[in-house]
């Protein structure tokens, strides 16, 4: 009998990472630094489930590649260059991955780092372009260009 297989994506995997970004979201809701953050909680859930899309290795890190991926995904490439230059951003140069630390750091901190604008265009360009869903619609061959 054949055991079912899961995706790779997610289940059992995510859940170690999970609480571990639980752990230090916990963290910035007791910071008084953030005390007057509004909708604290809720932003921390989503940039908790933005992280972990981004964390491809499961690994509490956002590498190169995951940076790269995201910004493909987001129809925004950049060449290694420029993506060296906004991990050295967030991170302030001590390291070549972005910790979940620094990516809430970014998120909810007054300067406008690349990522927070990258972040923030992706949320909104979701929000302003809902997927058309079902079949397309049906042409005629006078339609056509």
């Known amino acids: 009998m054949a055991v079912p297989r899961r995706p790779s994506?997610?289940?059992?995997?995510?859940?170690?990472q999970d609480g571990r970004l639980e752990e230090i979201n916990k963290e910035f809701l007791c910071d008084p630094k953030?005390?007057?953050?509004?909708?604290l909680e809720e932003k921390l859930a989503v940039f908790k489930e933005k992280y972990m899309e981004f964390d491809l290795n499961n690994q509490g890190?956002?590498?190169?590649?995951?940076v790269k991926r995201m910004m493909e995904k987001m129809g925004a490439p950049k060449t290694h260059l420029e993506l060296k230059k906004m991990i050295s951003?967030?991170?302030?140069?001590?390291s070549e991955t972005i910790s979940y630390q620094d990516f809430v750091n970014v998120m909810l901190g007054k300067r406008s780092?690349?990522?927070?604008?990258?972040?923030m265009f992706e949320g909104k360009a979701n929000e302003s372009n809902p997927k058309p869903s079902g079949p397309p619609p049906e042409r005629d061959i006078a339609s056509l260009p």
């Open 9 to 16: 994506g997610g289940g059992l995997r995510r859940a170690p």
């Open 34 to 39: 953030f005390s007057d953050e509004e909708d």
């Open 61 to 66: 890190e956002i590498d190169l590649m995951s």
């Open 89 to 94: 951003e967030v991170t302030g140069g001590v």
């Open 113 to 119: 780092a690349v990522l927070k604008l990258v972040m």
